[in-house]
């Protein structure tokens, strides 16, 4: 996962949709983050329901997954409570295990070297792309 800067240009989920045609824009319902439970990562979630609301192969979906800046910003929220939560771990050495996390597993808010802002999610298709 890169992190966005806010002074990089940004691209809309409607740019990325036009030059993706078969990509997947998706909305996580309402409590998503509220019904996750802490015993799984947060990443590894956002990707079981992906796959179990799309026709996507899961093993694929952390290097096809884009999110909006807005969206990683609660995503890596809510596995920093949960990894605090289970683990106990505070300051740096919880600062250092939700990098890890987020490095491991985190979805993309970077689509061509551009912020994708706001709760944007976007699946590429699972066909390659020529650009």
């Not at 989920?13 to 996580?28: E, G, H, K, T, Y």
């Not at 609301?53 to 909006?68: A, E, F, M, P, Q």
Request: aromatic share 8%.
């Amino acid at each position: 996962m890169t992190k966005a800067s806010l002074s990089m240009p940004a691209i809309t989920v409607q740019q990325i949709l036009a030059a993706i045609p078969n990509a997947l824009s998706l909305i996580l319902p309402d409590r998503w983050f509220e019904d996750h439970s802490a015993d799984v990562n947060v990443f590894e979630s956002l990707y079981r329901w992906i796959a179990a609301n799309r026709d996507v192969n899961i093993r694929t979906l952390h290097s096809k997954t884009y999110v909006g800046v807005a969206l990683y910003k609660r995503l890596l929220a809510t596995e920093r409570r949960r990894i605090a939560v289970r683990s106990k771990l505070r300051g740096d050495k919880l600062d250092a295990a939700v990098a890890f996390s987020d490095c491991g597993s985190g979805p993309y808010n970077l689509f061509g070297g551009r912020t994708l802002r706001g709760n944007a999610l976007v699946v590429r298709d699972r066909r390659k792309i020529r650009c």
